[in-house]
C-alpha cells in the first residue's frame, strides 16, 4: 500500500521521540514513510520531498525537529498539505523548538503539537484523515474506548491501593 | 448551507482576532458558524456543543481561548473531529494560553497555531477540508498564489524606494 | 467515615507526588477519597466527579494535574466547592502546568498551590475546613508548633556543626 | 457587621484592581475591611493585623502585592487563617509577583489565583464561606447562573452579528 | 557599483527597523541592495536569492525576520556566505524570533546580533568586510571614534546639568 | 566636599531612572558625582574610572546599564570597592539587563537590586555608608521612619474611602 | 571574637550551597555565625534575629533562600544593616527564588547575588567591611591577586595541552 | 604557521564544548591559538589580548562564556575585528549566558551562535575567512558535501530500519 502519511525528521536522532507515530499509525493501519532530512543540512531534498508529496499520495506531513526548528514550516510553505509540527526537546527545555514551529506568519500555518508530542501527531493525522476514511474513523473511535478503559482501570487500582488510609 | 467548519471563542471579547478566521473562511467559501461559549461559565453548553458537532456536519473545529485557555482541550476531548486552537493574548504575552492549549497530553491533541493566529487557523482548517474538497484546495492555491504576487510587488516597491541609498 | 475531601488527580503517575497529600490528611484524621481521573481521556467521568462531590458530602476537593493541566479548573467549572490545584511539573520545568492552573479567567477560581506543592494543598485543605470544625483548627496548631521545633532543633545541629570555623 | 473577610494590600496603588475584590464581597453582603499595609515598610503593623485576624471574627485573608510580593507568604506564616494570594502585575509581566506568591515552601500553603485576579479571590473566598454559610451558598450559584446568562445572551447577540458571513 | 552586502527582510514592515542597517551601509560607503522576501510566501524566490548570492558578488548577507523567523537560517542553508541574523520584535517580547534565529543546529551558523539589532548588523557586516578592505577598516575605526567622543561629549553635559545636586 | 559614591550609567538615557539615586543621595546629604561611561563604547575610560575611584575617596559605586549591561560587572572587575547594580529596562522586558548584572561568576560580585530600582540603589548605598558613619546612619532611620508614616496614612485615607462599601 | 557577619539560612537544606561563604569568611578571618530559621515557619524567631542584629555587633547579613524566598526581603524590612540575599535554586530552575530576593519594592533594597552564589556572598561582605577595616581590605586583594595566579596557571597548562592542534 | 583565529574562553571547564571549535578549524587548516582568560578575574590580561590581536595577525576572535557573559563583548569593545560569541550552559538553561552575549548595544555588535553552539562558531569563523582565501571556501564546500552525504545515508539507513512498519 501506498503511504498516506510522511513522518519527516530533522535527524535521525530524534527518531526515538518519533517512534510512537509509527507505532501509532501502525496500530491504525494507516500506510506512511519515514524520513530523516535536515532543512539546513540538506534543504534540496527537503524541497524535493514537499514539492513532490501531494502528487506521491500523501495527505498529511508530520515534521519533528528540535532547537531553531525550521523543518516543518519550510515544509509547510512548499506544499498545500495540513503539517503537523512536533517539537523536539534538545536545548532550553525545549522552548526554542516550540516557539520555531509555532509562531509561524500568517499564511503558512503548522498544526503544533506538544513538546515530544509524537503520539498525539499519530493521533491528529489520523483525525484529519478520518473526515474522509470511514474505516480510520471507526478505529480511532475504538482508540478513544480504550484509552477510557485503561484510565478507569488505573483508577480502580489506585482506589484500592490506597484504602488504609481511608480507614485510619 | 450548513456550516462545516465551526469557530468557537472563550469570549465575545475574542472576536476581533478571531474576525480574520471568519472573513478568510468566507473568502474560500466554506459555510461555518461562530459561537462564543466558555469552558468554565458554561461548560454544559461546551458539552453539548462538542458533542453534537460532528453529526450536525461539522468538519473541523477552530477554538480560541485566553488565560489559562481549557477550550480547545476540552472539545478535543469531547469530540473525534480534529480541533484548532488559537491561543489569544490577554496576560503574560499570550504565553499561558500557548503552553494551556499545546501542551495537551497524550492522547487527546490540539492543532495548535501561533498567538492570535486566527488567520492561520482559517487556512488550516481549508487545507484539512482540502484533502476531500477539489474545490477548496483549487481555492486555496489561488489564495496562495496572491499572496506570492502581494509580496513580490511589495519588495519591488522596497528596492525602488530605496535606490538613493545604493547610488550614494 | 465519609470523605470530606476528595484528592483527584489527572493520572496515576502524579501518585507519588499527591501521596504527601494523603498522608497529611490522614495524620490530620480527615477522612479523603482518591481518584485518578483525567479531564481529557474521561471527561464524563470528570463530570459526573464533579457534579456529585457536593452532595456527596465533599468539602474540599484537590486536583493535581501537569502540562496543559485543565482538570483543576473543569472541575471549578462544574461545582461551587473551593478547588485547589496542584501543578505536577513533566515538562518545561512545570511552568506549562503552573500556568494552565493558576491563570483562570474571572468567574471560576482555583486556588493554587505551588509546583508539586502536595503537602501545602493538604494544609490549604485544612485550613479551610478548620473555618467550621475546631478539632481540625486544634490538629493544624499543633502541627505548626511541631514544624517550628523540628527547624529550630535543626539550626541547633547546625550551629554546633559549624563551630570550628567560628574559632578559627 | 463585623467583617468576615480582609482585604489587604501592599499598596494603596493596589485599589484600582482590588476594588473589584471590594465590590463582589459588597454584592455577596460579605462584611469585610480593607486595609493597605506593606510587608517590607510596615512590618510590624503587618505582623498585628495576622496575629489578631482570627480573633476579630476574619475567617479569610485576601491578600494582594507586586514585585518580590512576600506579603501573602508574610501574613500565611502568622495566622492558621486561609490565605489568598493575588499577584499585582507591575514589572516583568508580573511573573515576579506570582512566583512569589505562588512558590511557598512546604509547611506554609497561599491559595494563589490569576495575575491581577481580584475577582475570583472574592469569589474563592465566598466558596470558602460557603462551607459554613447556607446564605452564602445560595448567593454564589445565583452570581454563577447569572454568569452564564450573561454568556448565553453574548453568544446569542455574536450569532447575528456574524449571520451575513455566512449567507455570503 | 554593485552591491557587496544584500539586506534581505521578510516582510516589509521590517524596514522601520532595518533602515538603520542600510544607514549605516551608506555611511560606510559600501554598496548593498535591499530586498523583502518570505521565507514561507515565496520559498521559490528565495532559494534563488540565496544560491545566486555569490556570484552576484555579494560578501555578507544580513536577513531580518520576526516570529517563528526562518529567514536567516534557510539562507544559510542554501549559502556559504556568512549569514548575519537580526531577529525583529513583534510577538513574545521577539523571544520566539530570537530563538527561531539563535538556535541553529550545528553545521549551519547564523551571526545573530540583538533583538531588532539592525545598526550592529550593519557594523559586524562591516567588520567582516574590513577583513580584506582596508578602506572598510579605516572608516569603521573613525566611525568608533565619533561614537566615543558623542558619549564623552554627552557625560560633560550630565556632570554639569547634575551640578547643584551635589553642592546641596 | 568631595564625593563619596559614584553613579555611573551606561548611557545618558538611563538619567531619568537614575535621577531618583541622585535625589535620594542629596537628601541623605551623601557628596556623589555622575557619570555616563559605556563598557562598550568608552572602555578606556571605564577603566580609569574604575581604577581611579578608590584613590579618589569613592566608597561605594552604583552602576546601571541596559540589555546585555556589563557596566557594573566590568567595573566590579577593576575595583575592590563594592559595587550596586541597576538593571536598566529597554528590552526583553528587562530580564537581559537582570541577568547580565546579577549572574556574574564566582569571585567578582556585584549587589544587584531590581529592575529599574534606582531607589534601592541609593538607600543600599547608604546602609553600607551607614557602618562606619553614624550620621548617615541617623538619617537613615529618619527616613524608613518617614515611609512608614507615610503608609500608615494612606492605609488611613484608603479604610475611610471604603466606608460605604461596608456598611451596605 | 564577637560575629560581624551573620549567614542565615531558610532551610538546613541550603547549607551545602552556603558552606562556601562560611569558608571564605574563615579565610579572610571574619567572625562569623550560621543560622537555619525559616521566614515562614518561625517568623518570631526571624524577627528576633533581625531585631537585634545590630546590637548584637553584626554589620552585613547574608540571607539565603529558595522557592518563593521571603526570608532576605524580611530580615531587610527589619533591619537598617545591609542585607546581601543568595537566591537558592530548588525549583523552576531557580527563577523563582531570583526574582523573590530581587525584585524588593523601593524602600528596602536587598543586595543579591547570582543563584547559588554563595562565595561572591561572601566577598560582597567583606567588600563593605573593607570600607572600614584596613586588615579586611588588604586580605581581599591578596585574594584577588591569588585568583589572578590561577586563572593565569589555567591558561598556560590550555596552551601546552592544545599545541599539537595547531602544529597539525 | 601564525594562527589566524583566536579562541578565547571565560574558563578552563569551558574547555570540553569549545574543543570542537579547535577540532573543525584543525580540520579546515586554519591555523589558531586557545587562551582562557576571564574578563572579570583577569581584565588587565583580556585588554592587551584584545588591543593586540589585530596586530598579531588575528583575523576572527571566537569568545565563549557563560553565566553573565561579558567575555565576548568586552573583547568587541577592544578590538575592531569581529567577535563570535558561544554563550555557555551552566545556569538558567543558559539564558543568562545568551542574552548577556546576544543582546549587545548598538555599536559593538557579537556574533552570537547557539547555546554551546562551538562547532557553528568554527564554521562562521570560516566562513567569515573564505571571504578572502580561496582555499578556505574550497574546504568550507567539501565539508558541507560531507555532511549532507551523511544525513542522507542516515536517512537511508532510517527508511530501511522502519520497513517492517509499513509492510504490516
Known amino acids: 500500500m501506498k503511504p498516506i502519511v510522511s513522518i519527516i525528521m530533522g535527524s535521525?536522532?530524534?527518531?526515538?521521540?518519533?517512534?510512537?507515530t509509527a507505532v501509532f499509525l501502525n496500530e491504525m493501519q494507516i500506510p506512511f514513510e519515514v524520513n530523516a532530512l535536515s532543512a539546513h543540512r540538506t534543504p534540496e531534498k527537503v524541497e524535493v520531498f514537499a514539492r513532490t508529496a501531494e502528487e506521491r499520495g500523501i495527505k498529511v506531513i508530520i515534521a519533528a525537529a528540535g532547537m531553531a526548528a525550521h523543518l516543518p514550516g519550510v515544509i509547510a510553505a512548499m506544499t498545500a498539505l495540513p503539517v503537523i509540527g512536533v517539537p523536539i526537546k534538545s536545548s532550553l527545555e525545549g522552548m526554542d523548538a516550540i516557539l520555531a514551529i509555532l509562531q509561524m506568519p500568517p499564511g503558512?500555518?503548522?498544526?503544533?503539537?506538544?513538546l515530544n508530542g509524537s503520539l498525539n501527531a499519530g493521533i491528529l493525522a489520523?483525525?484529519?484523515?478520518?473526515g474522509s476514511d470511514a474505516g480510520i474513523a471507526d478505529k480511532l473511535k475504538t482508540y478513544k474506548?480504550?484509552?477510557?478503559?485503561?484510565?478507569?482501570?488505573a483508577n480502580?487500582?489506585?482506589?484500592?491501593?490506597k484504602f488504609d488510609y481511608k480507614t485510619n
Chains 1, 2, 3, 4, 5, 6, 7, 8 share one sequence.
Not at 108 to 114: D, E, L, S, W
Not at 126 to 130: E, G, N, P, V
Not at 156 to 161: F, I, P, S, V
Request: aromatic content about 6%; cysteine-free.
Open 126 to 130: 489520523s483525525q484529519i484523515l478520518a
Open 156 to 161: 480502580k487500582d489506585l482506589a484500592e491501593y
Open 145 to 153: 474506548e480504550n484509552l477510557k478503559t485503561k484510565i478507569v482501570k
Open 12 to 20: 535521525t536522532s530524534d527518531w526515538p521521540v518519533m517512534e510512537k
Open 108 to 114: 503558512i500555518p503548522v498544526a503544533t503539537v506538544a
